[in-house]
């Protein structure tokens, strides 16, 4: 039973376990969505008009590449300098380039199907294809059984017609089943013979099929018996066996398999994902483990994303702007003798957009943009992550001018020399690491390439890396606050249909997606993704035309604390717990200055184990007062204190609630400087798993649990006041949950009257208040 609370600032963090743990799992999930903006070669995008085929004549890489005219125009004409005179001349112009530049690439494009048909290519493939069917047809025609292209006769025919008549000059077996009968030239064949066959243009030829070779021998020899030929004169009989291709080459088949299939692999490991490795051919260095996995996206195809796609972040915009300018105009810096910066680093949360804003500044300088992951770089063999750093360095310089994102940096760019003693894996990121380094100074100033970085663990990096010449540009990229959520939902919104009521005017939809900002406060910009995503989803599981506001809530809920489990059946005793419990929370936030505004109760189970939830909205932060950690834990309290009045006995459910006020009591005592007896100290342990020795001796040790405790103690003396003052309140709202399962801020002001103090959330009265909101009474969610 927790209480959900968006907030993930590093104070705030302490109230949103539940939301903590449910965002690392969806973060996941969301990583496995296909990135709108981001298609792999041969995706076929199907909203395109005009048909582009480019065919590869090697076969290797054969994309259909469907674009439109419509599309490519803006782009041409942010490249052309001189729109007003002849612009489409040059358009025309610099189409005939790219083409130029494909057909040396060995890639050619056709405007039509026809044209296709009629080109060298369209002959090329046809040669082939016919040519293998050809070849297949003789190598398995071989395979037939010989002589069957010969009518066969009966046995009996062939003895009345031709051997009781002395036509038979030579008999050949064929194989142990068939029989040839050469005949004598002069024979008036009645159609079974032929003038060919395995004896080439000779004779004619008859031939039947035998079960056995020795009573076809026996019947031979009594049928000349019968005819009296004497023993010299009988027929000759000569054995033979033909075998196809296929019987020679079966033995060696596993052998063929096998080698292919090693050829297969190995092109794969060495071809890089996305072709930007280049094969470096089949058996190139240790199965091309070598080769650096970078994905690249290429102005033409794949990068489409530009700054107007990366909502807020505006500071971070401008920093990066200065990249973009430099790899649009390099001469304008070297001329002034300025250095050009060499890469920066793009820190923060995960699912800001810090992956989304290297892309779009890709788009926005048009030019080739590599992406590699940290962990790329990590292999079994030793030295490999060395030479992919050197040749993810050299593709980019061939390329240049181009950017190189390195995602997750921290994985090879965490300080050297630390944690040495805990194994040898790490003289390999090392390795890796100074190459990255030396890569990173061995760009000499005309080199036109960008190294930008993510990572969301700024301060374990090595400071090598930061230096200048480096990563001397340092962007951070904080979670969005409300104005920037609201910004990012404008974003993703545009991509939605929605119902038409919301999107009357810009002012409703300005109001939508101020009201869903408030609704959301910690989601960063992949959780808002995730979120309008699910809202769609939602809606077509409803076969809704369009997407309404409550898809929006329902989608809201359900990435903060999960899917709802309405097959998790409660025993009777059970939610009469879990919604005194509830109510324990609710009722204290009501009462608590310093809570933070209400949203929702219910307890219906959900997601990882929480049997019941409380919404609330916390505002965007940066400051917490002591008398605010005291009423958050208080209001976690308020479960547990609430079992203890109602019930004989307590249970497990808040286990949840104890460790977050355990957590916010250690905080303030520890580091924030909140108990008098310890005082202004800082105990900060940071990551407690590695450390052996505490910095502080037995006795603060001591003062610390004891201060620990009176804190949590403190709380939990006034939350039982608080809740036996208002007993017969936690009773009403405990049966409003019992009869609905779920209850909304408007049933709480219903049962226990308006809030005796203002909302200290700006967004949330802005946004969400009813008393601003006229259509308030229609958007409760239907989850209930
Ligand atoms: N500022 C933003 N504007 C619009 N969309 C955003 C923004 N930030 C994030 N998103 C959405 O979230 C998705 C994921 O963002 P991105 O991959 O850039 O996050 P990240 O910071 O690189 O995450 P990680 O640290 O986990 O790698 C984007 O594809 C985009 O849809
Ligand atoms: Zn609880």
Same mark, same amino acid.
């Given at each position: 039973m927790s209480n959900v609370v968006g907030s993930r600032r590093? %104070?705030?963090?302490?109230?949103c376990f539940t939301s903590r743990a449910v965002r690392s799992v969806f973060t996941r999930s969301y990583q496995?969505? /296909?990135?709108? $903006?981001v298609y792999k070669k041969?995706?076929?995008?199907?909203? *395109? *008009?005009l048909l582009h085929f480019s065919f590869n004549p090697?076969?290797?890489?054969?994309h259909i590449n469907l674009s439109s005219q419509d599309e490519k125009k803006p782009q041409h004409n942010k490249d $052309?300098?001189?729109?007003? $005179?002849g612009g489409k001349k040059e358009n025309g112009e610099e189409n005939e380039k790219n083409s130029d530049k494909k057909r040396k690439n060995g890639e050619q494009e056709f405007k039509s199907l026809s044209e296709y048909f009629r080109s060298k290519e369209f002959a090329k493939t046809m040669y082939l294809t016919v040519g293998s069917i050809v070849l297949f047809n003789l190598i398995t025609s071989?395979?037939?059984?010989?002589?069957?292209d010969l009518q066969p006769l009966t046995f009996q025919d062939f003895k009345t017609k031709y051997l009781e008549k002395g036509l038979v000059k030579r008999l050949y077996v064929v194989n142990k089943f068939l029989v040839e009968a050469e005949l004598t030239p002069q024979v008036d064949h009645d159609?079974?013979?032929?003038?060919?066959? =395995?004896?080439?243009?000779?004779p004619p030829v008859v031939a039947f099929t035998i079960g056995s070779v020795d009573i076809f021998e026996e019947q031979m020899e009594d049928i000349q018996d019968k005819l009296k030929i004497t023993p010299e004169d009988r027929i000759p009989i000569t054995y033979v066996q033909r075998a196809s291709i296929f019987q020679y080459l079966f033995p060696f088949l596993p052998t063929i398999i096998l080698l292919g299939g090693l050829y297969f692999i190995t092109r794969k490991v060495g071809g890089g994902a996305n072709g930007a490795? !280049?094969?470096?051919?089949?058996?190139?260095g240790m199965f091309g483990v $070598?080769?650096? &996995?970078a994905k690249l996206f290429n102005k033409e195809t794949?990068?489409?994303?530009?700054? &107007?796609?990366?909502?807020?972040?505006n500071e971070a915009k401008q920093e990066i702007m200065e990249f973009v300018h430099f790899l649009k105009n390099p001469a304008k810096y070297t001329a002034l003798g300025a250095k050009i910066p060499r890469g920066a680093i793009l820190s923060g949360?995960?699912? @800001?957009g810090k992956t989304l804003l290297a892309k779009a500044t890709a788009g926005e300088a048009g030019v080739p943009f590599l992406s590699v992951s !940290?962990?790329?770089?990590?292999?079994? =063999?030793?030295?490999v992550g060395a030479s992919r750093v050197r040749d993810l360095f050299e593709q980019a310089r061939k390329m240049a001018p181009s950017i190189i994102f390195v995602d997750e940096i921290d994985a090879i !760019? &965490?300080?050297?020399?630390?944690?040495?003693?805990?194994? !040898?894996?790490n003289d390999e990121r090392e390795a890796t690491l100074n190459q990255l380094l030396v890569e990173m100074d061995g760009f000499? @100033?005309?080199?036109q390439v960008v190294v930008l970085a993510g990572t969301n663990?700024?301060?374990?990096?090595?400071p090598a890396l930061m230096r200048p010449g480096r990563f001397d540009r340092h962007i951070q990229i904080d979670a969005p606050d409300v104005e920037g959520r609201k910004a990012i939902y404008l974003v993703h919104l545009r991509k939605l249909n929605l119902d038409k009521i919301l999107t009357k005017s810009d002012r409703e939809r300005e109001e939508l997606a101020g009201k869903l900002a408030a609704l959301t406060p910690g989601f960063a910009g992949a959780d808002i993704a995730n979120a309008c995503n699910e809202a769609a989803l939602i809606a077509a599981r409803n076969n809704a035309p369009c997407i309404e506001l409550y898809h929006f809530e329902q989608a809201i809920e359900r990435v903060i604390a999960?899917?709802? &489990?309405?097959?998790r059946v409660l025993s009777p005793e059970e939610k009469k717990t879990v919604a005194y419990h509830e109510a324990g929370h609710a009722v204290c936030g009501w009462y608590l200055k310093y809570a933070d505004p209400l949203l929702k109760v219910s307890i219906i189970p959900r997601g990882q184990g929480a049997l019941g939830y409380a919404q609330y909205l916390p505002p965007d932060q940066y400051l917490i007062s002591e008398e605010q950690f005291q009423h958050r834990m208080i209001m976690a309290l308020g479960g547990r204190v609430s079992e203890e009045i109602h019930f004989p006995s307590v249970t497990s459910g808040a286990h949840d609630d104890f460790k977050k006020v355990t957590q916010m009591a250690s905080a303030m005592v520890?580091?924030?400087?909140?108990s008098p007896k310890i005082?202004? %100290?800082?105990?900060?342990?940071?990551?407690?798993? =590695?450390?052996?020795?505490? /910095?502080?001796?037995e006795v603060t040790a001591n003062n610390i649990d004891s201060e620990v405790k009176r804190i949590v103690g403190d709380a939990h003396a006034k939350c039982e006041k608080l809740l036996t003052d208002n007993l017969e309140k936690v009773d009403k709202v405990a049966k409003e949950l019992l009869s609905k399962e779920a209850i909304t801020r408007e049933d709480m002001i219903r049962l226990l009257?308006?809030?005796?103090f203002p909302e200290r959330n700006e967004a949330f009265e802005k946004y969400l208040d009813p008393k601003n909101i006229n259509n308030g009474e229609n958007t409760s969610p239907a989850t209930n």
């Amino acid at each position: 039973m927790s209480n959900v609370v968006g907030s993930r600032r590093p %104070i705030g963090a302490m109230m949103c376990f539940t939301s903590r743990a449910v965002r690392s799992v969806f973060t996941r999930s969301y990583q496995v969505c /296909p990135r709108p $903006n981001v298609y792999k070669k041969g995706h076929v995008r199907e909203h *395109r *008009r005009l048909l582009h085929f480019s065919f590869n004549p090697n076969f290797k890489n054969t994309h259909i590449n469907l674009s439109s005219q419509d599309e490519k125009k803006p782009q041409h004409n942010k490249d $052309n300098k001189s729109e007003g $005179n002849g612009g489409k001349k040059e358009n025309g112009e610099e189409n005939e380039k790219n083409s130029d530049k494909k057909r040396k690439n060995g890639e050619q494009e056709f405007k039509s199907l026809s044209e296709y048909f009629r080109s060298k290519e369209f002959a090329k493939t046809m040669y082939l294809t016919v040519g293998s069917i050809v070849l297949f047809n003789l190598i398995t025609s071989s395979d037939k059984p010989a002589g069957a292209d010969l009518q066969p006769l009966t046995f009996q025919d062939f003895k009345t017609k031709y051997l009781e008549k002395g036509l038979v000059k030579r008999l050949y077996v064929v194989n142990k089943f068939l029989v040839e009968a050469e005949l004598t030239p002069q024979v008036d064949h009645d159609g079974n013979a032929r003038q060919s066959g =395995f004896l080439g243009s000779g004779p004619p030829v008859v031939a039947f099929t035998i079960g056995s070779v020795d009573i076809f021998e026996e019947q031979m020899e009594d049928i000349q018996d019968k005819l009296k030929i004497t023993p010299e004169d009988r027929i000759p009989i000569t054995y033979v066996q033909r075998a196809s291709i296929f019987q020679y080459l079966f033995p060696f088949l596993p052998t063929i398999i096998l080698l292919g299939g090693l050829y297969f692999i190995t092109r794969k490991v060495g071809g890089g994902a996305n072709g930007a490795g !280049g094969g470096g051919g089949p058996f190139g260095g240790m199965f091309g483990v $070598n080769k650096s &996995k970078a994905k690249l996206f290429n102005k033409e195809t794949d990068i489409k994303v530009s700054f &107007k796609d990366v909502a807020g972040c505006n500071e971070a915009k401008q920093e990066i702007m200065e990249f973009v300018h430099f790899l649009k105009n390099p001469a304008k810096y070297t001329a002034l003798g300025a250095k050009i910066p060499r890469g920066a680093i793009l820190s923060g949360p995960p699912g @800001t957009g810090k992956t989304l804003l290297a892309k779009a500044t890709a788009g926005e300088a048009g030019v080739p943009f590599l992406s590699v992951s !940290g962990s790329e770089f990590v292999e079994m =063999f030793v030295g490999v992550g060395a030479s992919r750093v050197r040749d993810l360095f050299e593709q980019a310089r061939k390329m240049a001018p181009s950017i190189i994102f390195v995602d997750e940096i921290d994985a090879i !760019g &965490k300080e050297r020399g630390k944690g040495g003693a805990m194994g !040898g894996a790490n003289d390999e990121r090392e390795a890796t690491l100074n190459q990255l380094l030396v890569e990173m100074d061995g760009f000499s @100033t005309s080199d036109q390439v960008v190294v930008l970085a993510g990572t969301n663990r700024p301060d374990v990096l090595d400071p090598a890396l930061m230096r200048p010449g480096r990563f001397d540009r340092h962007i951070q990229i904080d979670a969005p606050d409300v104005e920037g959520r609201k910004a990012i939902y404008l974003v993703h919104l545009r991509k939605l249909n929605l119902d038409k009521i919301l999107t009357k005017s810009d002012r409703e939809r300005e109001e939508l997606a101020g009201k869903l900002a408030a609704l959301t406060p910690g989601f960063a910009g992949a959780d808002i993704a995730n979120a309008c995503n699910e809202a769609a989803l939602i809606a077509a599981r409803n076969n809704a035309p369009c997407i309404e506001l409550y898809h929006f809530e329902q989608a809201i809920e359900r990435v903060i604390a999960g899917l709802e &489990k309405k097959s998790r059946v409660l025993s009777p005793e059970e939610k009469k717990t879990v919604a005194y419990h509830e109510a324990g929370h609710a009722v204290c936030g009501w009462y608590l200055k310093y809570a933070d505004p209400l949203l929702k109760v219910s307890i219906i189970p959900r997601g990882q184990g929480a049997l019941g939830y409380a919404q609330y909205l916390p505002p965007d932060q940066y400051l917490i007062s002591e008398e605010q950690f005291q009423h958050r834990m208080i209001m976690a309290l308020g479960g547990r204190v609430s079992e203890e009045i109602h019930f004989p006995s307590v249970t497990s459910g808040a286990h949840d609630d104890f460790k977050k006020v355990t957590q916010m009591a250690s905080a303030m005592v520890c580091s924030l400087g909140m108990s008098p007896k310890i005082g202004c %100290i800082s105990y900060d342990q940071g990551d407690v798993s =590695f450390q052996v020795n505490k /910095p502080f001796s037995e006795v603060t040790a001591n003062n610390i649990d004891s201060e620990v405790k009176r804190i949590v103690g403190d709380a939990h003396a006034k939350c039982e006041k608080l809740l036996t003052d208002n007993l017969e309140k936690v009773d009403k709202v405990a049966k409003e949950l019992l009869s609905k399962e779920a209850i909304t801020r408007e049933d709480m002001i219903r049962l226990l009257g308006p809030r005796p103090f203002p909302e200290r959330n700006e967004a949330f009265e802005k946004y969400l208040d009813p008393k601003n909101i006229n259509n308030g009474e229609n958007t409760s969610p239907a989850t209930n």
